[in-house]
T-cell receptor, first 114, second 110 residues
Framework: NAGVMQNPRHLVRRRGQEARLRCSPM?????VYWYRQLPEEGLKFMVY????????ESGMPKERFSAEFPKEGPSILRIQQVVRGDSAAYFC????????????FGPGTRLTVL | EDQVTQSPEALRLQEGESSSLNCSYT??????LFWYRQDPGKGPEFLFT???AGEEKEKERLKATLTKKESFLHITAPKPEDSATYLC???????????FGGGTRLMVKP
């Protein structure tokens, strides 16, 4: 499968727990973007990363959310002390040559907070 | 602030009944306008990128056009398998992100 991979596809957490969402970009892509789709809302940009660098985190909530894209391994979106309002679909996208290039999306992780 | 508005929110068509979806945008310098298709429970699937007013792109029954203020996605003789939500997004010259509209949910009945 040469596409963007995300896991888990579905994640259930209780309020106060931590959620870790993983994204493996398309082969050869080194630019990763995270978007969130709240129920009945459109996709909203969260963060843009290159290997080992956060380039733009202007869409990230100031607290509890963090992202990384290490030299080896997938990109991780981490949500600490989840609340019900964090329930959403989280999509990862990747591009080949940076933000001027087409972004290809993964299947998403659906987070449910009980 | 960049804004994207899609209309209609939902569209029901009979198989073979052609129509158009609208995407109006305001952006501080357009780098590109993107169309994606999203099926229920899946991620957006890339369709087209348009860069300048007057540009057109086609793929099977879909044709995307661009003006300075809006884009249209024309669907010719749609089939039930074209049923999906169609998303429009813009990228500003100065930005890294895509700004999405709310989408148009298309339903094509046989």
């Amino acid at each position: 499968n040469a596409g963007v991979m995300q896991n888990p596809r579905h994640l259930v957490r209780r309020r106060g727990q931590e959620a870790r969402l993983r994204c493996s970009p398309m082969k050869g892509h080194s630019h990763v973007y995270w978007y969130r789709q709240l129920p009945e809302e459109g996709l909203k940009f969260m963060v843009y990363l290159q290997k080992e660098n956060i380039i733009d985190e202007s869409g990230m909530p100031k607290e509890r959310f963090s992202a990384e894209f290490p030299k080896e391994g997938p990109s991780i979106l981490r949500i600490q002390q989840v609340v019900r309002g964090d329930s959403a679909a989280y999509f990862c996208a990747s591009s080949l040559a940076g933000f001027t290039d087409t972004q290809y999306f993964g299947p998403g992780t659906r987070l449910t907070v009980l | 602030e960049d804004q994207v508005t899609q209309s209609p929110e939902a569209l029901r068509l009979q198989e073979g009944e052609s129509s158009s979806l609208n995407c109006s945008y305001t952006v501080s310098g357009l780098r590109g306008l993107f169309w994606y298709r999203q099926d229920p429970g899946k991620g957006p699937e890339f369709l087209f990128t348009l860069y300048s007013a007057g540009e057109e792109k086609e793929k099977e029954r879909l044709k995307a056009t661009l003006t300075k203020k809006e884009s249209f996605l024309h669907i010719t003789a749609p089939k039930p398998e074209d049923s999906a939500t169609y998303l429009c997004a813009v990228q500003a010259e100065a930005g890294n992100m895509l700004t999405f509209g709310g989408g148009t949910r298309l339903m094509v009945k046989p």
